[in-house]
């Protein structure tokens, strides 16, 4: 039987080379048994341009999974999250721009950075073959959590335990939530913080942002072999 062993993200500063890189995360991270699978959850990594050379550095091995959603959506999200936390910022449609006249998009903003997926995968390509990353579709963890939850175990290697008696679709929190949450009899949605309300957004501002994310999202299908239905 494997075990999953989370560490969180708290571990992301701890490659800096103050603390001895990847010798010192390794050091931090629980020892791993035969039959075991250490897992570490950093969702930054994925847009990181040093961590594909020091994961690939720690070990060639590793497994990737990345979840990815439809990169204006996940904008939007993104944004719901700073606002949450500083409601002082300004409006998601003026961030977006550069230059609202032109339609000039920032791109440095890492609300549209981060969504550029077809950039951030070519890093790690030059790093991982194909066959090591898997990304999880967003939307479908949604609409099918077990579905997707079995392409993760599949990946893995691991039997198909989790699977659609695991959930139910709870209609206040509009989500699927865990039937029992791990070692309790009680049912588990995750927290308030996942599954916030966004803001509405001005629609042209949203399709300015799906034609400036077309071409990077086609690229992105090509790349994994898989249509995320996204355009
Ligand atoms: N089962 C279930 N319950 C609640 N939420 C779910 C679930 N599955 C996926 N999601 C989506 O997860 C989004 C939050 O994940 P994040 O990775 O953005 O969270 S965080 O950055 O770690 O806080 C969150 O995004 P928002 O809707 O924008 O809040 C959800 O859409």
């Known amino acids: 039987m494997s075990t999953i062993i989370y560490e969180e993200e708290a571990v992301a500063d701890l490659w800096s080379d103050s603390v001895g890189g990847i010798m010192g995360i390794r050091e931090l991270m629980p020892k791993t048994l035969e039959g075991q699978i250490t897992m570490e959850k950093t969702p930054s990594y994925f847009v990181t341009r040093e961590a594909p050379a020091r994961i690939a550095a720690m070990s060639r091995d590793t497994k990737l999974i990345v979840v990815v959603r439809d990169p204006v959506t996940r904008a939007i999200s993104d ?55 898997l990304f999880v579709s967003g939307e479908r963890l949604i609409s099918d959590p077990a579905g997707e939850l079995g392409r993760v175990q599949d990946f893995l290697g691991l039997k198909r335990i989790i699977t ?43 399709q300015r942002l799906r034609d400036f994310y077309r071409p990077f999202n086609m690229k992105f299908y090509q790349m994994t072999g898989h249509d995320f239905g996204w355009d």
């Open 79 to 133: 944004y719901t999250q700073t606002l949450s936390k500083k409601p002082d910022i300004p409006s998601f449609e003026s961030l977006t721009f550069k230059n609202r006249t032109t339609g000039l998009i920032d791109t440095s903003w890492s609300a549209i950075q981060i969504g550029i997926y077809a950039k951030h995968l070519d890093n790690w390509l030059q790093f991982f073959p194909m066959r090591q990353i």
């Open 164 to 206: 659609d008696k695991h959930f139910y679709f709870n209609q206040t929190k509009g989500f699927p939530c865990l039937k029992k949450a791990e070692g309790s009899s009680k049912p588990h949605c995750l927290g308030k913080t996942k599954g916030r309300t966004h803001p509405n957004i001005d629609p042209e501002v949203v």
